[in-house]
């Protein structure tokens, strides 16, 4: 496909979708009890330096509560894949994670690598910097590469970055991902500047339509987190917070924005202070 074909397509499907946004109704409310929310989580941890034991408590935890999927490095893939063995949790790995810069032809080998060690499905970070910079092109040749290394192998999971896109990239990011064959689009690594939101959410799935999977990832801790994000279209939840969700932890979860009140303790009371300064 051309870069012109590419950018006239994603040119009237932005169009498309910038119109038509907001106008369709939310997605009905569907009751959500807490366990039967185990089948949209992918329990997730992908810290630096979690140890083997952390990733093997994960696994453990995932079979318990029959999660989705186990998503972790793919340094960790073959250990996870060989603890789920059986078990109906898939393993999943993410590629080029967490920023996503490297050449596409890095990108598909780390993908091959991972599908080679047992992973069914791979979440790969999107070229951003491709996309600020509008380059199409390397964009879709990025993705695509990824999906030719593990076709009829894994699922294929868009990480697209919201918190660094406009709303105009996002759904052109969305569009892309369809385009070059992805199964999924996902919000973000958790890595970044921001996760998850009810409204992006919204907008990914009017851009890629009904029948794509859609990925709320970074900053769902709560059951109502979790619920919300499924209300607004999400078909998939990662999280390292899957036990406490489907534990029906309601609770709203205090977030520090900073303010700057706090001295030696948060004045909402139910936050820890670690710092001395804002």
Known sequence: MSAIDINEI????????????????????????????????DHTLLKPDASLNDIRKVCDEAKKHNFASVCVNTNYIKFVAD?????????????GFPLGAMIPEAKAAEALCAVNSG??????????????SG????????????????????????????CLLTDEEKVK??????????????TSTG??????????????RQAVGPEMGLKASGGVRTYEDAVNM????????????????VSGDGAAEHRCVNCGACKAVCPSGRATVIKGLY
């Open 10 to 41: 994603i040119r009237q499907v932005t169009a498309e979708i910038c119109a038509n946004y907001g106008t369709d109704s939310p997605t009905p409310a569907n009751e959500y009890s807490p366990a039967s929310l185990a089948k949209y989580i």
């Open 83 to 95: 603890a789920l063995e059986g078990s109906g949790v898939t393993p999943c790995g993410v590629v």
């Open 119 to 132: 992973a069914k499905e791979v979440d790969m970070v999107i070229n951003v910097g491709a996309v600020k």
């Open 135 to 162: 380059d199409w092109k390397l964009v879709h040749r990025d993705i695509e590469g990824v999906v030719a290394a593990t076709r009829g192998r894994a699922i294929v999971k868009v990480i697209i970055e919201t």
């Open 173 to 186: 990011a969305c569009a892309i991902s369809k385009l070059a064959g992805a199964h999924f689009v996902k």
């Open 191 to 204: 890595f970044s500047t921001g996760g998850a939101t009810v409204e992006d959410v919204r907008l990914m």
């Open 230 to 245: 499924l209300k607004a279209g999400a078909t998939r939840l990662g999280t390292s917070s899957g036990t406490k969700i």
